[in-house]
């Protein structure tokens, strides 16, 4: 028993003293991203979740660009949808993939221009488009065609329409 509180001493005191590698956030500096629009041009992948965007020659370095930009600390880990553009459809493997998302992130493919990322996020809320990354993993390993629901933006504002994808 003695032992215990002994390690919860020590544990504390190195807490303390900032020698342990725990890592806290300002939750007031968190720039949580609810939904990430994904656009490649002239070989360069492009990221806009709204409050920030980067870019990069791959997910990861334009995710770094993102961060680095960024007046705060950007958080994904609460992202609920992808939309990617007709130019980065390619990429859908790899965001399937990608550590960054959830599984369980919501993914349509804009039809004509990406729409703004607060938009799409507000209007896929309430029209789940019914697609996560995982099911579109799963999916793609299994060979599959997969319904992608396509985001269209018209002057009446967002609207779903269905397309599949292999």
């Given at each position: 028993?003695?032992?215990?509180?002994?390690?919860?001493?020590v544990l504390?005191?190195?807490?303390?003293?900032?020698l342990l590698p725990f890592q806290g956030s300002d939750v007031a500096q968190l720039m949580p991203i609810r939904a990430l629009t994904v656009d490649r041009k002239g070989g360069?992948?492009?990221?806009?979740?709204?409050?920030?965007?980067?870019?990069?020659?791959?997910?990861?370095?334009?995710?770094?660009?993102?961060?680095?930009?960024?007046?705060?600390?950007?958080f994904l880990a609460t992202t609920e949808e992808v939309i990617v553009s007709a130019e980065a459809v390619s990429l859908l493997p790899e965001l399937c993939l990608w550590d960054a998302l959830r599984p369980a992130t919501r993914v349509a493919a804009a039809l004509g221009d990406l729409?703004?990322?607060?938009?799409?996020?507000d209007y896929l809320e309430a029209h789940d488009p019914g697609v996560s990354l995982g099911q579109l993993?799963?999916?793609?390993?299994?060979?599959?065609?997969?319904?992608?629901?396509?985001?269209?933006?018209?002057?009446?504002?967002?609207?779903?329409v269905?397309?599949?994808?292999?």
């Open positions: 028993m003695k032992k215990g509180w002994l390690l919860v001493g504390a005191v190195l807490t303390l003293w900032k360069q992948i492009f990221l806009d979740g709204g409050v920030c965007s980067g870019k990069g020659g791959t997910l990861e370095e334009a995710l770094a660009d993102m961060k680095n930009g960024a007046a705060g600390t950007v729409p703004d990322p607060e938009q799409a996020a993993h799963g999916a793609l390993l299994r060979g599959e065609s997969v319904r992608l629901p396509q985001l269209l933006q018209e002057e009446g504002g967002l609207h779903l269905w397309k599949n994808h292999r």
